[in-house]
């Protein structure tokens, strides 16, 4: 069961433009949302996050939109340069009945993002 | 450098064997957390634990089990190794109060 699902396996953007990625989820209890960077041999690096009580936020070039209705979330770069070229992780954070400060993070599949010159 | 780390990067092993994965939170992370990364595939989440005691439990397998020590450090124990355990696993860790998590390099698996 793929609660979060990123539908775009790579995504190519002239450097300078905005690049776009996207997200859906299908679970309501997800409470908080993250969005991470990898590059090869890395560990995922913590981009830019927002909780469900909001619906914009925003740090330097990029730019979270949470659309709760329709259970979406995007992540825009603008404007896009060739060190952002790596793979995009979306998660969702899920609070746990199983102890105070239970969580786990469900990540989608990732969007390879390529920056072209 | 996200100040959590992993040893060791790469382990190469047979299969039926036992393998200890380590990791070190940020200094004042008191949550870690263990995930796995197979070919093509995301990240799955395994196990949380915090303040030496285990609070999340994922798609670990009963093969699969985790501590954490009373100097936070945490170690992942993976036995009875099958070819299908090959993937990257990474640690993370984070405060109390708030829900980004930070990840470590991870430790590369490969089960010949």
């Known amino acids: 069961d793929q609660q979060v699902k990123q539908n775009s396996p790579s995504l190519s953007v002239q450097e300078g433009r905005i690049s776009i990625l996207n997200c859906d989820y299908t679970?309501?209890?997800?409470?908080?949302f993250l969005w991470y960077k990898k590059y090869p041999a890395e560990g995922p690096t913590f981009l830019i996050s927002?909780?469900?009580?909001?619906d914009k936020n925003e740090d330097g070039r990029f730019t979270v939109f949470l659309n709760k209705s329709a259970k979406h979330l995007s992540l825009h770069i603008v404007p896009s340069q060739p060190g952002d070229s790596a793979v995009y992780f979306c998660a969702a954070s899920a609070s746990l009945s199983t102890g105070p400060r239970a969580q786990k993070l469900v990540f989608g599949q990732g969007t390879r993002l390529t920056i072209n010159p | 450098d996200s100040g959590v780390t992993q040893t060791p990067k790469h382990l190469i092993t047979a299969t039926g064997q036992r393998v200890t994965l380590r990791c070190s939170p940020r200094?004042?992370?008191?949550?870690v957390y263990w995930y796995q990364q197979s070919l093509d595939q995301g990240l799955q989440f395994l196990i949380q634990y915090y303040n030496g005691e285990e609070r999340a439990k994922g798609n670990i397998l009963e093969r699969f089990s985790a501590q954490q020590f009373p100097d936070l450090h945490s170690e992942l124990n993976l036995s009875s190794l099958e070819l299908g355990d090959s993937a990257l696993y990474f640690c993370?860790?984070?405060?109390?109060?708030?829900?980004?998590?930070?990840f470590g390099p991870g430790t590369r698996l490969t089960v010949l």
């Open positions: 200094s004042g992370d008191l949550s």
């Open positions: 993370a860790s984070s405060q109390t109060s708030v829900t980004e998590q930070f």
């Open positions: 679970n309501s209890m997800f409470d908080y």
């Open positions: 927002i909780s469900s009580i909001k």
